[in-house]
C-alpha cells in the first residue's frame, strides 16, 4: 500500500531551520505532484508548497515564501521541504501529501490522494 514517512521535524529557535523529508512507497512516485501542508493545535490544515513531477514548478503560500524551499529526488522517492527563517508561527504539524493525474498543482486538501502521518515542528522564540 502507499506510504510517506515524514521526519525531520523538532524543536528550534525563532530564526533557525529544518529541512523536512518525506519517503514514498507504493506509488509511482514520477507521476505524482507532492505536496507539503501543516496543521497547528486548534487551526485547520493549510497548504505551504507543492512540487510538480519533474521538479521544475513549485508554488508556495504566501506566508513561507521567500523561506521555504520544496523540492525532490525521483530516484529515491523523497520530497523534501528546507525551512530557514523559522518563526514561531510556523509551529505546526507538517504532512506531506501527493496528488497524480493533474496537469496542474493543487493546494486544495481535497486534491491530495495521501498523506503521511505528520512530523511536529516547534520554533521557540
Known amino acids: 500500500q502507499v506510504q510517506l514517512v515524514e521526519s525531520g521535524g523538532g524543536l528550534v529557535q525563532a530564526g533557525g531551520s529544518l529541512r523536512l523529508s518525506c519517503v514514498a512507497s507504493?506509488?509511482?512516485?514520477?507521476?505524482?505532484?507532492m505536496g507539503w501542508f501543516r496543521q497547528a493545535p486548534g487551526e485547520e490544515r493549510e497548504f505551504v508548497a507543492v512540487?510538480?513531477?519533474?521538479?521544475?514548478?513549485?508554488f508556495y503560500a504566501d506566508s513561507v515564501k521567500g523561506r521555504f524551499t520544496i523540492s525532490r529526488d525521483n530516484v529515491k522517492h523523497t520530497v523534501f521541504l528546507q525551512m530557514n527563517s523559522l518563526a514561531p508561527e510556523d509551529t505546526a504539524a507538517y504532512y506531506c501529501a501527493a496528488e497524480s493525474g493533474s496537469i496542474f498543482l493543487q493546494t486544495r486538501i481535497r486534491d491530495y490522494d495521501f498523506w503521511g502521518q505528520g512530523t511536529q515542528v516547534t520554533v521557540s522564540s
Open positions: 507504493g506509488l509511482t512516485f514520477g507521476s505524482s505532484n
Open positions: 512540487i510538480d513531477t519533474t521538479g521544475q514548478t513549485t
